[in-house]
């Protein structure tokens, strides 16, 4: 089994890992930290993803280019384009810090009438520990960007995993002692430096990746940032776009209300890796095809079958929260959520649509073409914010999740299908018409999964259980026999036939 395949296999495994940690560690952090801790900590969290969009300034073109010259042999340009992003980014760090101070002292002046003195307090000391998070992340990213350009994506996605387990678990056993937001902060930089050493020890002794600056070359460092700042300009449009609802509501109501969205917030950002699991390990692939052959038609076809795997994947999830979730909610974070339900669900239906063709980015990014993506999604995030605090304060806390999901559905549905479509000279008609052909299983499968429902049980979590349990297989039994096609039986007849030979 190739590298590919082993990222995309463990992609799914550390999907399901961190779906799954999040949902036994949310209840729990609720539980030891409280439901006011815990909407500090994710209003907090939300304000800091504004500078952590300072990660991905310069990521994509680095990738994009190290990628190039790997893919062209040219092992000196490869070097040295690591070696000058290394440089650049010790810059940053520095401008980072500088930022971070600023953000202290706003968050104050911001949240001074609707935050306790406490909380503003603490507060403070987390956005400091998240900057230096951050700026760790920063001074790592050329290992990161080394790692992926070499496809070791088994360290990468093996890494991940362990500390996606083991972060959790600590927070949970310090938190009992020291119940607040702070503590979470505190361990969550200190498992980020721990990940930034392994990738280091990895890249340099392991895989002898060589970080060596050979020349001066303005002229990638101009591509490098024209390049990336597309890529920059989408980030801070994804922030906007997905922290922004928290920051509104943290300044027109409370940390409580905070908490009470950020439940239904964790629902659909655990509902993304899903269907990104797979599109995150073709870059080099990409890059490949758009450096060498530059088929169209190659790029189009593998869009369809990621889509489509893609699109499986999440459609199990997606039915599967509608039919059990308003069971389930309560249940996991508690009686006084249950309105996070209608708030996950109703974001979920219009972003399918962006998760399932995330390959296009990716093809987007190696043709160079990623600009128009950035600006028009900046453009729909900031009508997203004048549709929030417009729609909050007629539909309260729901109005915030129309609004997002009404500009998800404008942006990712229609716009960019377009772009797609006339600009990159993507096959969309082909892909949606490959996504038509799921389509069956999928409502055969919602039809039995209502007459699950029926089945009932003393204990409310067995319940649970039992109609999930029963609508997997159900949904499975109906994609295999209805939707899957010959390409996509022969992957999983060579992936039984890989785990029999190991077993």
């Not at 300072?54 to 073109?61: D, E, F, P, Y």
């Not at 795997?309 to 909610?329: K, P, R």
């Not at 309105?339 to 043709?367: C, H, K, R, S, W």
């Not at 699950?452 to 067995?462: A, D, T």
């Amino acid at each position: 089994m190739n590298q590919v395949r082993k990222g995309a296999l463990l992609s799914f495994v550390q999907t399901i890992v961190h779906v799954v940690v999040n949902l036994l560690y949310v209840p729990l952090l609720l539980k030891y930290i409280g439901q006011s801790e815990y909407g500090l900590y994710q209003l907090v969290g939300s304000i800091i993803a504004y500078l952590s969009i300072t990660q991905n300034l310069l990521s994509a073109g680095v990738l994009r280019y190290y990628c190039k010259y790997k893919s062209l042999d040219d092992l000196e340009n490869a070097e040295n384009t690591l070696a000058i992003a290394k440089r650049i980014y010790y810059i940053f760090s520095g401008v980072v810090m500088l930022l971070g101070l600023v953000m202290v002292f706003f968050f104050e002046k911001f949240y001074n009438g609707s935050l306790t003195l406490a909380e503003i307090q603490e507060s403070r000391w987390m956005i400091l520990l998240l900057t230096v998070t951050l700026v760790i992340n920063l001074t790592s990213y050329v290992y990161t960007a080394a790692l992926n350009g070499n496809e070791c994506f088994f360290f990468i996605k093996v890494l991940g995993i362990i500390i996606t387990l083991f972060q959790p678990i600590t927070v949970i056993i310090f938190t009992i002692r020291s119940p607040y937001a702070l503590t979470v902060v505190c361990i969550q930089t200190v498992f980020t430096l721990i990940e930034a050493i392994a990738k280091r020890y990895y890249c340099s002794k392991k895989m002898k990746v060589k970080i060596v600056y050979h020349h001066r070359d303005s002229a990638l460092v101009k591509k490098i940032i024209f390049f990336s700042a597309g890529v920059f300009c989408a980030a801070l449009a994804d922030q906007i776009f997905w922290k922004t609802d928290q920051i509104i509501l943290g300044r027109m109501f409370n940390t409580s209300v905070v908490a009470v969205y950020a439940v239904g917030a964790q629902i659909y950002t655990n509902y993304m890796p899903f269907g990104t699991a797979i599109s995150g390990v073709f870059m080099p692939k990409v890059s490949r095809i758009y450096n060498t052959s530059k088929s169209t038609q190659e790029l189009s076809d593998l869009f369809s079958k990621v889509g489509r795997i893609s699109f499986m994947i999440c459609a199990l999830i997606l039915t599967g929260f509608a039919l059990f979730g308003l069971d389930f909610i309560p249940l996991w974070a508690g009686e006084n959520f249950e309105i996070a339900y209608y708030i996950a669900l109703t974001v979920m239906f219009p972003f399918t649509i962006d998760i399932i063709q995330n390959l296009g980015l990716t093809i987007l990014q190696v043709e160079n073409k990623y600009y128009f993506r950035a600006r028009m999604y900046l453009l729909i995030a900031i009508v997203n914010i004048v549709a929030t605090i417009v729609f909050v304060q007629w539909w309260g806390i729901l109005g915030a999740a129309i609004a997002t999901a009404a500009s998800s559905l404008i942006g990712n549905g229609i716009i960019m299908n377009i772009y797609y479509s006339k600009v990159i000279h993507l096959n969309v008609k082909a892909f949606w018409v490959e996504i038509l052909k799921v389509m069956p299983a999928i409502i055969l499968s919602l039809a039995l999964g209502y007459l699950i429902l029926l089945i009932r049980c003393s204990n409310p979590w067995l319940e649970l259980f039992v109609h999930i349990m029963l609508y997997v297989i159900v949904y499975l039994v109906s994609i295999y026999f209805l939707s899957l096609n010959d390409y996509e039986k022969g992957m999983l007849k060579a992936l039984k036939n890989k785990i029999m030979r190991k077993i």
